[in-house]
T-cell receptor, first 110, second 114 residues
């Protein structure tokens, strides 16, 4: 069925290190994927998106990788900062809405 | 450019009451989607409106309804509130069809049903 899941519910990294957050999806018909960051008490904040005709897309300090063969999506954050501490959600587009994963809580240690 | 605005930010209601939440999308965005966020179920899609028409609907009971006005502002209504309706209700606006383009979320309305 349609679902979007994450490999780990929590991730702790040292400030300055790179972070990698993973996501798996089940529906191969998906052609649009998004990563969101949600800080406590706030709504999800758009980070980066990617369409299925691409396998990599880069933003400022962030990179999204899409592996359609194994239905895997990842978000890489370079030089992780304390301000990156938040819950990260992957989502895929489906029939006019987004289907979200459960989220990974990223903690950055100083 | 102003972001997505949701009002009110916090709401406390009693079981059996009804509630109306409001969402003003980003200027120029015609698609408004609503999501419910709870610790147990995560983010779940309620419905999407585009040009005053409901285009998509999630798997929620008929107590949850919505509408969109000609200025793209949207409201959602929950009738006969249940304790399980306590959640963060999020509105997202998109330029095009929801689920296919960037969607920007508001801060949400925190609804507590007692």
């Amino acid at each position: 069925g349609e679902s979007v899941g994450l490999h780990l519910p929590t991730l702790s990294v040292q400030e300055g290190d790179n972070s990698i957050i993973n996501c798996a999806y089940s529906n191969s018909a998906s052609d649009y994927f998004i990563w969101y960051k949600q800080e406590s008490g706030k709504g999800p904040q758009f980070i980066i998106d990617i369409r299925s005709n691409m396998d990599k897309r880069q933003g400022q300090r962030v990179t999204v990788l899409l592996n359609k063969t194994v239905k895997h999506l990842s978000l890489q954050i370079a030089a992780t900062q304390p301000g990156d501490s938040a819950v990260y959600f992957c989502a895929r587009g489906s029939q006019g809405n987004l289907i979200f994963g459960k989220g990974t809580k990223l903690s950055v240690k100083p | 450019k102003a972001g997505v605005t949701q009002t009110p930010r916090y709401l406390i209601k009693t079981r059996g009451q009804q509630v109306t939440l409001s969402c003003s999308p980003i200027s120029g965005h015609r698609s408004v989607s609503w999501y419910q966020q709870t610790p147990g179920q995560g983010l779940q899609f309620l419905f999407e409106y585009f040009s005053e028409t409901q285009r998509n609907k999630g798997n929620f009971p008929g107590r949850f309804s919505g509408r969109q006005f000609s200025n793209s502002r949207s409201e959602m209504n929950v009738s006969t509130l249940e304790l399980g309706d306590s959640a963060l209700y999020l509105c997202a606006s998109s330029l095009g069809q929801g689920g296919n383009t960037e969607a920007f979320f508001g801060q949400g309305t925190r609804l507590t049903v007692v």
